[in-house]
């Protein structure tokens, strides 16, 4: 009878884990040589950014909670919230809320609904696309103090050419500086006329990183172009919609060089203070009434109300998201048909 022998296992040695001192020392012998002088290339952003907006953002703060006079600014005396309450008590600070307000309304819906569609008929094979993209660009490159002088000329209550044209159709003039609708058209108009190309062409960046395989499974399925603009264009641009309506907004909310320049550099916003801003608001308070600390609580009141408006406007966007999910187009078969964009 033969003995069958089995043989033992060996020992397996445990594996010697590397300690936390070795790691680090291993890690720093990857580093390249001279890869720290790179903080030293972006430091200097870092402190222009400190001192230039940290430190005044922090400062702004400080002064708001002091009655501050620009004539004895070293003379700084605590009231605490007091400026606040102030300026919550204030008619004139819900008059440039209200304006502000309706200003960047009458401005902003309008800019976006034309900056759309224009990037909507840019993306298309037309003549002279090239030459329209440049001139797109034009009002926002113009000189804010020279599109304001040619408005007002043409806004001019006796001889501009607007009242003109309404004369022309048997309308009754405007008063487009005197009067609080009319006058906040105008600077409304100046807005609009100076940043819609410019989101036109963010909109038309946006729609050309969309897959062209969308529109040509849209139109093999029959979809004309403005089902295609409803149901695959606007889906797609849906994030670069929401970067400029919070972009817009902020704009809005800091609406200051069109309603100055409009009343000849005063920043009372017209005789009745009928398009004052919060803007021209804070500017009246601090450099003509000598108030640093109320125009310091104005603009903190101004970055919490755009903080509270760009948080409205993402949690907007966000619940639209979980209402439903888009469902994009059946993908064509046949890749080889394109269509004319």
Known sequence: MSASSETAPRPVAPVRQPSARS???SARRRVRPGSRAAYGYVAPFFVVFAAFSIYP???????????????????????????????????????ALRNTLTIGIISTVPQLCMALGIAHLLN?????????????LMPYATSLAAATVIFLELFDKNLGIVNWGLHLVHLPRL??????????????????????????????AGMQAIDSALYEAAAIDGASRWQQFRHVTLPGLRPTILFTI???????????????????GMPDGGTAGQYQTLG????????????????SATAWTMFAIIVLAVLANLYLARRRDRKGVV???RVAP??????NR
């Open 280 to 295: 021209l608001l804070m500017y009246q308070q601090g450099w003509t009434n000598d108030r640093l600390g109320l125009a």
């Open 124 to 136: 298309y094979k037309v003549r002279g696309r090239t030459f329209f993209r440049v001139a797109m």
């Open 23 to 25: 790691v680090r020392k």
């Open 246 to 264: 919070v972009v817009s907004t902020i704009g809005a909310a800091q609406l200051f060089g069109e309603p100055l320049l409009y009343h000849n």
């Open 57 to 95: 953002w922090l400062d702004t703060a400080w002064v708001s909670l002091h009655n501050v006079r620009l004539t004895t600014y070293d003379r700084q005396q605590w009231v605490g919230f007091g400026n606040y309450r102030n300026l919550f008590s204030n008619t004139f600070f819900w008059n």
């Open 334 to 339: 046949a890749a080889s048909l394109q269509v």
């Open 327 to 329: 469902v994009p187009p």
């Open 175 to 204: 008063d487009w500086q005197g009067s609080k609708w009319p006058s906040q058209v105008a600077i409304s108009a100046i807005v609009t006329w100076r940043w819609t190309g410019y989101n036109a062409l963010i909109y038309l």
